[in-house]
């Protein structure tokens, strides 16, 4: 008789095999929560990646344009043909703090940037021209979103045009 109880009480109990399974579906809803979060944050990099290698053509288009141009207008115009944006780019001739959202470019790979001169002054003596440009840039849309070029990654840079020998 020994043996015959041994084999009718062997395996599991409906009640173990229940909390197997809600053990298993926790961890499996645990990690179904986790791929929204993995993809939100994929997005946002590819974001950011986007913003960053923008800024990083736009500040080399203006190291090539000041090396070549022989005015500040020969500048922005050898700016524009190298950036080849919509076509709609132009440098501002200042930031305006009070911006309402609107004054942007938007550039072919969905990222949105505003360009402007900080200052401007030429040395009589050297006739060199220092150009200090300022420029936002963000992957948000400002239509959707019209803080998003107020809050969007600014850089600086000062560019020299050297005119002499180049007419």
């Known amino acids: 008789m020994g043996r015959l ?13 229940n909390m197997a399974i809600f053990v298993l579906a926790g961890g499996a809803l645990a990690l179904l929560a986790l791929f929204p979060l993995g993809l939100r944050e994929s997005s946002e990099a590819n974001s950011e990646m986007r913003v960053a290698a923008f800024a990083d053509r736009f500040i080399g288009a203006a190291k090539i344009a000041a090396e070549q141009a022989v005015d ?5 115009d050898l700016l524009t043909e190298s950036l080849d ?5 132009s440098l501002r001739d200042d930031s305006d ?7 942007y470019d938007e550039d072919e790979s969905g990222v949105y940037f505003r360009a402007w001169r900080v ?7 050297d006739g060199l021209i220092l150009l200090e ?9 400002p239509k959707q979103n019209p803080r998003a070029m107020r809050y969007a990654d600014g850089y600086g840079l000062r560019v020299v045009i050297d005119p002499r020998g180049k007419q």
Do not use: C, M, P
């Not at 500040?72 to 922005?76: A, G, K, Q, R």
């Not at 944006?85 to 780019?89: H, V």
């Open 85 to 89: 944006t919509s076509g709609s780019f």
């Open 72 to 76: 500040e207008d020969d500048f922005e």
């Open 97 to 103: 703090e009070e911006n309402d959202g609107n004054d």
């Open 133 to 141: 440009l300022g420029l936002s840039v963000t992957a948000e849309n």
């Open 119 to 125: 200052g401007v002054q030429e040395d009589k003596t």
């Open 5 to 17: 109880s041994r084999y009718l009480r062997a395996g599991f109990s409906l009640i173990e095999v």
